[in-house]
């Protein structure tokens, strides 16, 4: 059985982490080492001790994340900051978070993960952070409304909803929107930049985790439609999709811990 630094070696080399542009608090790779071996993986959206509890109940050993542990900043080891540690520190527990390499990831990642899920193909990148692309675009001929369908039943399986911006439908009765050119940008993916890079690109629909209210009202006048389909719902699929990975390439069992946020 490998060592979580063994594991962490491979998984940032798999997702191409070293020297990829995030957020401070992101610190993609190996956050928390054990001694180890990895003996049983667990994969989860967020840090939390609700998120260690379920560990722990599983009896894994090896945490996979995708906001980790350092996701809100420095800060004190006291109150329930040292009892999370604590936590882990004694149940021997490793943790490995990946953020942004995890979301751009063409076989991995949330975005690329979501598109397939709804029935989409990607062919083009959509969306960047400091010129490094993240989410995936690609063409289409799927009535509007289906697509909402699809992404709302996709956000109910895991507790969650879809919604959509409003749109115009044709006047003639059997017409309706369809979405041709498309983006996907998992978890807080819809802003004012996002909105501008779709209008200017002829992509019709965005589909995003969440975005500021201001984005539904800004929509409509750009002629996209953006499709909210949860921040926590779009971004399991990068975290179970990496621990099957994971698990087969190594032969070690793996659980995802489903712990929605309701976002």
């Known amino acids: 059985m490998p060592t979580a630094s063994q594991l962490a070696i ?16 992101a610190l993609n790779g190996l956050q928390l080492d054990h001694g180890g071996p990895v003996r049983r993986i667990a994969a989860a959206v967020d840090f939390s001790r609700r998120t260690i509890d379920a560990v722990i109940a599983a009896d894994a050993n090896f945490l996979i994340l995708h906001h980790g542990m ?7 080891l006291v109150g329930s900051s040292y009892e999370r540690l604590r936590l882990l520190m004694s149940h021997d527990i490793a943790v490995y978070a990946s953020h942004l390499p995890l979301d751009a990831h063409l076989t991995h990642g949330n975005n690329a993960g979501l598109a397939r899920a709804l029935g989409l193909e990607p062919t083009d990148r959509f969306g960047a952070y400091e010129g490094v692309p993240i989410g995936v675009a690609g063409e289409s001929d799927v009535a509007t409304r289906v697509l909402l369908a699809r992404a709302d039943a996709f956000a109910r399986a895991l507790g969650g909803a879809a919604r959509a911006s409003e749109w115009s439908e044709a006047h003639s009765s059997d017409a309706e929107r369809h979405t041709r050119r498309w983006a996907v940008l998992t978890g807080a993916g819809a802003g004012s930049r996002e909105i501008r890079e779709a209008q200017e690109r002829g992509i019709d629909t965005l589909i995003v985790g969440e975005g500021p209210h201001h984005t539904t009202v800004d929509a409509p006048e750009a002629g996209v439609v953006i499709i909210y389909a949860g921040h926590y719902a779009t971004e399991t699929l990068g975290v179970r999709a990496l621990a099957d990975t994971v698990s087969a390439r190594f032969e070690i069992p793996s659980v995802f811990l489903h712990l929605p946020t309701g976002s």
């Open 10 to 25: 491979w998984l940032d080399d798999e997702l191409s982490s070293r020297g990829f542009p995030d957020y401070p608090g």
């Open 70 to 76: 350092f996701w809100g900043g420095a800060q004190r």
